[in-house]
């Protein structure tokens, strides 16, 4: 096992922040190269790295392929990045791998941008190049921290703020849909964060660093591809050389590298129609007398996303909640598909919770199935932003949601197949017609959601839209090293 850098390596990536449990994310543009360069040089010191926790703040940044290119990192560079990354998140190709559709689709959000000039025709959205990402224990101290970063950006005069997306405290782990969540993340193998997954969660799956940091071995046994700088263009030797006869598609000619220890950043605001999702579920599920159902509602709920709002697992405990009554929460998370519930009687097979991890369940072995799916996680960090609805019922006029973010050294592979092949096809694992019932893009089927049970089956018809995307982009997240020379750039 090669030992994770921790000094050149974002924070983000192997923690979460739990302890941090306020967060905001500060879109900026750049507008002077040369002014930009030197405010990231002023702060890529105060960077927060995987070395060790930080109690009251923690501060990590990330770049647009747009972004890159206004600091002036050179062409032949710019082209070494992933297809994904180098388009962008809102062209109509990557779109239609999203399920970006109707009001999803990026010409209605908020904020955004794709390195395509034929998106940006249709895309009136300012441009996004800067991921500022800010962490703190409460919200004092972030409106302190958001302050003090600003002044700084402002006082260089080399990039302007779009947009500030804050992410608020929340009472507990669940979303806005009720549901807890923030379960089943992978573990980096090297991170040291095996044995508290399993005493949290009795269960942990550990991924090779690769699958999650470019310059490491990833679990098909090769070196995570990144971007890579000719030597000369590298002049102060800030960038660590290739090594020769690397197991990669990287040049073997001694190029510097820019990506190692850095990651791939998906983020993607996701308003949350909560109203809309409970006033559904009871609806279809009231009585012949047309009368509520509380706990047949709550019950189609789980099966839509796949864990009971304690986050107890329908696999485990198919019949009712084990926490209903007394309210507590559940990180529980050791359970397959194959041997308990291979029908889906317990946990429907179109779940969304069961699409966006199948397990063990999609391959000709439960053990085949189980590897091949790890090649495809992502290591989630997203956060819920708004108020709590005060009643799931009634529909108060607040926007509210998730800003969802993930890590992945290969968007293709990893976050953009979990959409397409899992999130958003119609056959997954055995159904027709039928897409994720809280994320997919439903313009694909005729709205129908399958709950198998013994003796028969029941369908969900007339399925709604319950969340809208307003913004989203791919970012880079550089090592250390990477962020100081975007800094020492010169053009």
């Not at 379960?183 to 095996?194: H, R």
């Not at 006033?279 to 007398?289: H, V």
């Amino acid at each position: 096992m090669t030992e994770l850098e921790r000094h050149d390596i974002q924070g983000i990536v192997i923690s979460s922040y739990i302890h941090l449990s306020c967060a905001a994310y500060v879109l900026l543009r750049v507008t002077d190269a040369p002014k930009a360069r030197r405010w990231l040089a002023e702060i890529s010191g105060e960077i927060t790295t995987a070395q060790g926790k930080q109690e009251q703040t923690s501060t990590n940044i990330a770049f647009t392929h747009p972004g890159l290119a206004k600091l002036g990192l050179d062409e032949h560079a710019l082209k070494t990045f992933s297809r994904p990354f180098i388009e962008g998140m809102a062209t109509e190709y990557r779109a239609r791998i999203l399920g970006d559709r109707g009001e999803s689709a990026p010409p209605f959000w908020g904020w955004g941008n794709s390195n395509c000039d034929r998106a940006q025709e249709h895309n009136p959205n300012p441009p996004v190049d800067i991921l500022l990402l800010l962490f703190a224990r409460d919200e004092a101290t972030l409106a302190a921290e958001i302050e003090r970063r600003r002044a700084s950006f402002v006082a260089s005069g080399g990039v302007e703020e779009i947009l500030l997306l804050e992410a608020g405290r929340q009472p507990d782990t669940k979303e806005h849909f009720g549901f807890n969540d923030g379960i089943g993340q992978p573990v980096i193998a090297g991170s040291g964060k095996k044995e508290r997954q399993q005493q949290r969660t009795h269960h942990a799956t550990e991924l090779p660093a690769g699958e999650f940091l470019m310059g490491y071995t990833n679990d098909y046994d090769v070196i995570a591809e990144g971007p890579f700088v000719e030597p000369g263009r590298d002049p102060g030797n800030l960038l660590p050389v290739i090594p020769p006869n690397t197991q990669s598609l990287y040049d073997p000619g001694g190029n510097h590298d820019l990506g190692r220890n850095g990651t791939y950043l998906v983020f993607r605001q996701l308003a949350q129609h909560v109203a809309d999702f409970w006033q559904f579920l009871d609806a279809a599920t009231r009585g012949p007398d047309n009368a509520s159902d509380s706990e047949a509602c709550v019950r189609l709920g789980a099966k839509f996303v796949g864990r009971w709002p304690s986050g107890a697992s329908l696999v485990q405990y198919p019949e009712r909640d084990p926490h209903a009554a007394d309210g507590q929460l559940t990180n529980e998370n050791n359970f397959g598909y194959t041997q308990t519930d291979a029908s889906g009687f317990a946990c429907p097979i179109g779940s969304h919770v069961r699409r966006a991890n199948p397990r063990d369940s999609i391959g000709p072995d439960a053990e085949t199935a189980r590897r091949s799916a790890n090649r495809h996680r992502i290591m989630r960090r997203g956060r819920s932003y708004g108020t709590r609805q005060p009643d799931h019922f009634v529909d108060d006029g607040v926007e509210r949601g998730l800003h969802f973010i993930c890590l992945n050294s290969d968007i293709e592979r990893q976050f953009e197949f979990v959409q397409l092949t899992w999130i958003n096809n119609p056959a997954f694992g055995g159904l027709y017609n039928e897409v994720d019932p809280v994320i997919g893009n439903l313009d694909r089927t005729d709205g129908m959601m399958t709950v198998q049970c013994e003796p028969l089956r029941t369908r969900v018809h007339n399925l709604r839209r319950f969340i809208t995307v307003r913004g989203g982009a791919y970012f880079f997240l550089p090592g250390i090293n990477a962020l100081r020379y975007l800094a020492a750039l010169t053009t």
